[in-house]
Every structure is written in structure tokens, then in C-alpha cells.
């Protein structure tokens, strides 16, 4: 009887720790054009987000613990324009939303910067100074995209009115020098981790908010100063070496 009792243990427990303890679920990627449902089976976050052409989820994961979702945006741009996304919530709660960036460049011009807004759909815009942490309207955090290392490309960031890792609505990554750009025609730029968050407002309506993302090129001035610090430093090298080869 103790023996069949043993058995059964070592059959059951493994099944109750892969299930009812699981504090990471999969969810199936999202493609582009579609509307992306962040459920399965059983579990059901109570958001979506309804995707544009040339926009993809993939590799999304949900931390039923932390109630927080994980997955890399994987989008391509043939245009300057700007491309928004349109996520839904429930009446209840919050949502983190951890983002890998992958966007190409398939456009014919250099990107020199990139920004990303969001817009509250059922409160408004959050507006300055940005004091609180953790807003009810939906809001970015830049700490989690600060990290320069976790980026291939346009390195630098700018958060207007920024007050530490306080909610905010706008930032935008910026190239440190003319080696930072992202390519015309086929570059890639990766870079993580976009912190996206919303809280339900006081009056319980259902969770919205519009994400925005758009690459630019400088302005003239700004691109004239590039061009004059790179010609500076060839300058120096081109000194330098002429110094060595003198000695």
C-alpha cells in the first residue's frame, strides 16, 4: 500500500508543479494585418492589439505571477510614416508590457533618430511634470531602454521632461555619431526593453491606449554637425599618424 502510495506521488507531482505552479505561458505569435489576442486556452490576459502591415508578435510569454507580457515587435518600415498600434484592456487592473524592438529599414533614407508616444485612449494625454511612477494614464518607462549595451544602434536616448524612471508619454532613441545610424534599404536596428504600462482609471472603462513609433532623418543643422565632427576626427587621426611617421 506504501509503495502504490509512493507511485502515485512521483506520477502526480510533476503534473501539478508543470500546470498549477507554471508562472510562464506561451502564447502563439501574431501576425501582421491581424488581431493579436494575448490568450490561450484557459488563460486569458483580457488584452489585444490589433496589428498594422509590416507588424509582427513574436515570442510571447506571460508571467501569470507578475501579470506581465514578454514578446519581440518585429516590424518593417518601407515609408517615413508612422506606424500605431491599438491595444485594448480590460475594465480591470494593469498590464506591464516588456517589448523587444526589431525594426527594418526599408526605406531610402538613413534613420538618425526613432520615437515612440503613447496616448491614453480613455484618459487623455499625460502631461508634465511627470511625477508618479506609475500613472494612471498609460505611460513609458525609459529606465528599462536606457541600457545602451541592449541596443545595436541609435544608442542614445532623450525623454523630454524627464524625471527619473516617472511614467512618461513620449522618448525617443537617438544616434550618438554617423556610425550609430540604422541603413536605408535593409538595416536592422534590435533594442530592448520598451516598458509599456496602463492601470484601469478611476471610472472602470475598459483599458486603450495608441502606440506610436516613427524613424526620422536630422534636421539640416543637426545633420551639418554630424558631417563637421566626423571630418574633425578624420582630421585629428590624419594628424596624429603624420606626427608617428615623423618620429
Request: glycine content about 8%.
Amino acid at each position: 500500500m506504501l509503495l502504490q502510495l509512493r507511485r502515485v506521488l512521483t506520477l502526480t507531482l510533476p503534473t501539478l508543479v508543470g500546470s498549477a505552479f507554471a508562472a510562464t505561458i506561451t502564447f502563439d505569435d501574431c501576425a501582421a494585418g491581424n488581431l493579436c489576442q494575448f490568450k490561450k486556452g484557459a488563460t486569458d490576459t483580457g488584452w489585444s492589439a490589433m496589428l498594422p502591415a509590416g507588424v509582427k508578435f513574436t515570442g510571447i510569454t506571460f508571467d501569470d505571477q507578475a501579470g506581465e507580457l514578454f514578446f519581440t515587435k518585429d516590424i518593417t518600415f518601407t515609408n517615413m510614416n508612422a506606424v500605431t498600434i491599438t491595444f485594448n484592456g480590460p475594465a480591470t487592473g494593469e498590464m506591464f508590457f516588456n517589448i523587444k524592438e526589431k525594426a527594418t529599414n526599408n526605406t531610402d533614407s538613413d534613420w538618425w533618430d526613432f520615437e515612440f508616444t503613447i496616448l491614453d485612449k480613455v484618459e487623455g494625454a499625460l502631461t508634465p511634470p511627470f511625477n508618479t511612477t506609475h500613472p494612471t494614464k498609460a505611460h513609458l518607462h525609459p529606465d528599462p531602454f536606457d541600457d545602451e549595451t541592449l541596443k545595436n544602434k541609435l544608442k542614445a536616448l532623450d525623454v523630454p521632461n524627464r524625471n527619473g524612471n516617472k511614467g512618461v508619454p513620449q522618448m525617443t532613441a537617438l544616434a550618438k555619431n554617423a556610425n550609430d545610424i540604422v541603413a536605408m534599404k535593409g538595416g536592422v536596428w534590435t533594442a530592448e526593453t520598451l516598458r509599456l504600462h496602463d492601470i484601469v482609471d478611476a471610472g472602470k472603462k475598459n483599458m486603450q491606449f495608441d502606440f506610436t513609433e516613427k524613424p526620422s532623418v536630422p534636421e539640416p543643422a543637426t545633420l551639418s554637425l554630424f558631417v563637421m565632427a566626423g571630418l574633425l576626427g578624420y582630421g585629428f587621426a590624419c594628424r596624429t599618424r603624420e606626427r608617428r611617421g615623423r618620429r
